[in-house]
């Protein structure tokens, strides 16, 4: 998860011996249909040895943390370093840990011992946990005489690998679920091991549910009782057989269509799928509107970068509201685009039909219509003492933080009406920058501390008729490299990451990516450095929308390679995106 020690890999690597391929009998969320299917990350076959006759205690647990680095993925060989009853019991799936360096096994006088180093957990479903306390770094393996030979008597129930190992093998995806009102859905990452029964591996982990904690920031509406029969199998035409067994109680035709997007938006990660049937007790089950299968690009309404969400840049020219698609910014007929209302930030709703906006003196959010053609005056929603620039949720809640002398506080408006949140972890602390999801279940800050910026993010809980309950606690993401450089600015990059601004220089700026789930962000997008004194960022959930780095006279597109310049017009300021 962090960059790989290649030479604590080829350590390992010295250890196993290549050989004939053997498929996966268990292990976490994968399958295998033929002995030609491998594990698509490093192309390398390894069959690592089992025990050897007459091995040490050592050995022999040294030889099983090898042989869970098996490719394709297996644990086979694995068990055959434990006893009967360890092999019986010991269940891999249970969650995947990885280490820096290869430990050094130890003998005890209870056993052997091996203490990980930088060791990150995941649990069943792939998703990432943190790293494991201090306290439970070390793990004591009681060892036992089977017929004259050492063998493992006891095993924690984990994939144990190397994190070298575990990038080459795996790969980020997302599971699919809905927030708690049924409206949208909300990405959950995760990894699953790579090769050709994506389509399975993704619907066993949709199939484990959000996980714990997630009760009341998102739901799955696919019954709980249901469990994949076989490995969902792709026809030639990219339809995927997804077979399910089990209790799936009663299914209206809304929860079936509801189940069906879910599916759907997860499954569309595998490219050879075009189209999805289902089966519960080899029953077809009825799909909407009578349809053969459901299609793989259906339930866009429950897009969580927003369904019809606006594509258009905003910002302030000479004061007033102003919108393009590149640096032209013309003003809006709404009364925000006619006069200048003494403002230093603005925020579009995710339609674009309402802005808000900041007050020169930072005290005041003012709200009116983004068109001439809607109804209503410009008028004051929120009172403050230094509040940052508004965002919005797909609800058409405005959030703010205002820095008080107490701190941030963060608060949400809608309909006229306000109120406070509490998140634990940014509440009461100095705030430079902070984003809402558009699905409208994370919440992530920027905030200052003597020891340097951290990006923070709070979960946020929903009753089902869409009240804000509370916010879980904020908790540190990890970015794509270590640095002690300020946070300038950080905007949506897609609808699971986020972009960081870092000024690197006086004359560059250093452009990072983080995950939403908090893991490190891996090697797919290295920070970038850019030349020029960005000011700030402009980015977007949507895919195929650009992110922009703003400096004082021109937008740079961060997402062309060249990161071409595009002029800005005279007196913009506070360009953003929808949301």
């Known amino acids: 998860m962090r960059r790989p020690a290649l ?159 575990f990038e080459d093998n795996y790969q980020p995806v997302s599971l699919y679920f809905f927030d708690p009102t049924a409206s949208i859905l909300a990405p959950e990452p995760v990894y699953v091991p790579r090769g050709q029964t994506l389509a399975s591996t993704l619907t066993r982990s949709l199939l484990l549910g959000p996980g714990d904690g997630m009760d009341r920031v998102i739901q799955s509406f696919i019954p709980s009782g249901l469990k994949i029969a076989v490995g969902v199998a792709v026809s030639d035409d990219g339809i995927a ?115 808000a906006g900041v007050t020169d003196d930072g005290r005041s959010v003012i709200e009116a219509p983004v068109s001439s053609s809607d109804d209503g005056r410009p008028r004051t929603v929120f009172n403050g003492t230094d509040l940052l620039a508004p965002r919005w949720d797909f609800a058409d809640r405005m959030w703010l933080v205002d820095q008080t002398a107490d701190g941030a506080e963060v608060s949400w408006v809608r309909d006229g009406r306000s109120a406070t949140v509490d998140v634990p972890g940014v509440t009461g602390e100095q705030v430079r920058a902070f984003l809402v999801s558009r699905d409208g279940t994370r919440f992530v800050a920027v905030v200052r501390r003597p020891s340097g910026d951290s990006l923070m993010i709070s979960r946020i809980a929903h009753s089902r008729s869409g009240r804000v309950l509370w916010a879980t606690s904020a908790r540190r993401i990890s970015t794509d490299s270590d640095t002690q450089l300020p946070v300038r600015a950080i905007a949506w990059r897609t609808s699971s990451s986020i972009a960081l601004l870092n000024p690197f220089t006086t004359a560059t700026s250093q452009v990072r990516s983080a995950s939403v789930d908090g893991s490190p962000a891996g090697s797919d997008t290295p920070a970038a450095t850019v030349q020029g004194r960005l000011r700030y960022l402009a980015g977007s959930p949507v895919l195929d929308e650009r992110l922009f780095g703003i400096t004082s006279g021109s937008l740079i597109d961060l997402t062309s390679p060249d990161h071409r310049s595009v002029p800005l017009s005279d007196g913009v300021d506070a360009v953003t995106y929808a949301g």
């Open 7 to 165: 030479a604590g890999v080829a350590a390992v690597a010295a250890l196993l011996l290549t050989g004939c391929v053997q498929m996966p009998d268990s292990g976490p969320v994968t399958e295998s249909h033929s002995d030609t299917r491998v594990s698509a990350g490093s192309g390398v076959y390894i069959n690592p040895r089992p025990p050897q006759q007459g091995a040490s205690t050592t050995d022999i647990v040294r030889g099983f943390l090898a042989a869970m680095q098996a490719t394709p993925i297996q644990t086979k060989t694995a068990r055959e370093f434990l006893s009967d009853e360890a092999a019986a019991s010991w269940d891999p799936q249970q969650q995947t840990v990885t280490y820096a360096v290869p430990p050094t096994p130890r003998e005890t006088q209870d056993g052997v011992a091996v203490t990980l180093d930088e060791p990150d957990r995941l649990d069943s479903r792939g998703a990432w946990q943190g790293e494991l306390p201090v306290g439970q770094r070390t793990i004591r393996f009681p060892m036992v005489l089977v017929d004259g030979e050492w063998r493992i008597d006891a095993a924690p129930n984990a994939l144990i690998v190397p994190e070298g190992w």
């Open 241 to 355: 057989n997804i077979s399910l067994t089990g209790d799936a109680g009663t299914l209206t035709s809304d929860a079936v269509g509801l189940m069906m997007a879910q599916f759907a938006w997860t499954l569309r990660q595998d490219p050879s799928v075009t189209g999805i049937k289902v089966s519960i007790d080899g029953e077809p089950l009825p799909l909407p509107g009578g349809m053969s299968s459901y299609r793989i690009d259906g339930g866009a309404e429950y897009d969580p970068a927003g369904f019809r969400a606006s594509p258009l840049l905003y910002g302030l020219r000479d004061g007033v509201l102003a919108s393009a698609t590149t640096g032209a910014l013309t003003a809006v007929s709404g009364p925000m685009g006619t006069d200048a209302l003494g403002l230093r930030s603005v925020g579009v709703d995710v339609d674009a039909t309402t802005a």
